[in-house]
């Protein structure tokens, strides 16, 4: 079974549209931590944000925000007001407790039309 | 403090051959993290080293794929005997300690297999 599993798999938005991309994850461990990173045409893998699971409290990063409900085993990312610069594929991924690795999701890839 | 170093960025190969792929780990950092993407695919995880350890091959596959860190120089995956299939792009990540959430990745080297 998927750990991470990002059921959208390509979004498109017209510029200045807010997009809200899901993330919904398995696990039995208590302890774990979820992330975001983006991944832009050029390839490398940039880091958004690291979330514990005993923090639930929604983040807000300038026009980036994460909602967090354990309830529903879900990590979604809004971005607010989005650019074309946003075009990228975003990932989802789980650490759990004593894991060597991350479990990534398959990804979206969002595009944001001009 | 340069980040994690990946090289080549780009690397061809023809059937049969063998890729060297290398990774520099962030200065202070002696666990380094393997993962592959696949094209349109999220990142799986082959391998984690420390400094002259393996700790954790259960991504890797059995045959042709092999992974070191030595006491001094970059890490290096290695496949042997390369076949179309391993075209892909390869991620090393690097942590200070044995605490992955606080890994950081490179920018990838891009396999082509002809």
């Known amino acids: 079974a998927q750990k991470v599993t990002q059921a959208q798999t390509e979004i498109s938005v017209v510029e200045k549209e807010d997009v809200t991309l899901d993330c919904v994850y398995e696990?039995?461990?208590?302890?774990?931590?979820l992330f975001w990173y983006k991944q832009p045409p050029s390839g490398e893998l940039v880091f958004l944000i690291r979330r514990n699971s005993f923090d639930e409290q929604n983040e807000i990063s300038g026009r980036y925000s994460w909602n967090f409900q354990k309830s529903t085993s879900s990590f979604n990312f809004t971005i607010t007001a989005s650019q074309v610069v946003d075009s990228a594929v975003y990932f989802c991924?789980?650490?759990?407790?004593?894991?060597?690795?991350?479990?990534f999701g398959t990804g979206t890839r969002l595009t944001v039309i001009p | 403090n340069a980040g994690v170093m990946q090289n080549p960025r780009h690397l061809v190969r023809r059937r049969g051959q063998e890729a060297r792929l290398r990774c520099s780990p962030m200065k202070g950092h002696s666990h380094v993290y393997w993962y592959r993407q696949l094209p349109e695919e999220g990142l799986k995880f082959m391998v984690y080293l420390q400094k002259e350890n393996i700790i954790d091959e259960s991504g890797m596959p059995k045959e042709r794929f092999s992974a070191e860190f030595p006491k001094e120089g970059p890490s290096i995956l290695r496949i042997q005997q390369v076949v179309r299939g391993d075209s892909a792009a390869y991620f090393c990540a690097s942590s200070p300690l044995a605490v992955i959430n606080e890994q950081f990745f490179g920018p990838g080297t891009r396999l082509t297999v002809l």
């Open positions: 696990t039995r461990d208590t302890t774990y931590y």
């Open positions: 991924a789980l650490e759990e407790t004593g894991a060597n690795n991350l479990f």
